[in-house]
C-alpha cells in the first residue's frame, strides 16, 4: 500500500509540451516527505474502527504541487459517518505536520465506493477478518 502511495505522490506531472518536467522538490526530500506524510495519516483513526484509516484504505489518491500544497482525497467507511464533518480536518492537521508541507486539504469523494476488500492485511489482521 505504501509502495503503490509512494508512486504515485513521486510522479513527476508533464508540462505543457506533453514532455516531464523535473519536479520541483529533490527526489530524496520527496521521498522523505512521502513517507512522512504516510506516518502521520496512521495516526488519524476512525473512532468507531481500531484501524488507522491508511490501513483502513480510506485515503484514495496524494498529490503534491511545486508549491507543497498536499491534496488528499479520501472517503469514508459509510457516508453516514458520524465524524464525516470533523475526519477531512484530522487529515489535514495530520499533514500539516509534516516538514516541508506548506499546505493541505482533505477533499472527501464517494466513488468509487468504499468496501472492506481495500483494508490492507495488517487491517485485516487487527480486526480479525483474515
Known amino acids: 500500500?505504501?509502495?503503490d502511495l509512494?508512486?504515485?505522490i513521486a510522479d513527476p506531472a508533464p508540462d505543457a509540451a506533453g514532455a516531464e518536467?523535473?519536479?520541483a522538490i529533490p527526489q530524496d526530500e520527496l521521498d522523505r516527505i512521502t513517507d512522512d506524510l504516510i506516518s502521520e495519516l496512521k495516526k488519524v483513526y476512525d473512532p468507531e474502527i481500531p484501524v488507522d484509516i491508511y490501513e483502513l484504505g480510506l485515503i484514495y489518491?496524494?498529490?503534491i504541487n511545486?508549491?507543497?500544497h498536499v491534496d488528499i482525497e479520501m472517503t469514508l467507511t459509510a457516508p453516514?459517518?458520524?465524524v464525516a464533518g470533523e475526519m477531512p480536518g484530522w487529515v489535514e492537521d495530520a499533514a500539516r505536520k509534516v516538514q516541508g508541507v506548506?499546505?493541505?486539504r482533505a477533499n472527501l469523494v464517494f466513488d468509487p465506493p468504499w468496501d472492506p476488500s481495500r483494508m490492507s492485511d495488517e487491517?485485516?489482521?487487527q480486526l480479525n477478518m483474515l
Do not use: G
Open 123 to 125: 487491517a485485516r489482521l
Open 80 to 82: 453516514a459517518c458520524p
Open 21 to 23: 518536467k523535473p519536479p
Open 102 to 104: 506548506k499546505s493541505a
Open 6 to 8: 509512494k508512486s504515485q
Open 1 to 3: 500500500m505504501a509502495d
Open 61 to 63: 489518491k496524494v498529490d
Open 66 to 68: 511545486d508549491d507543497r
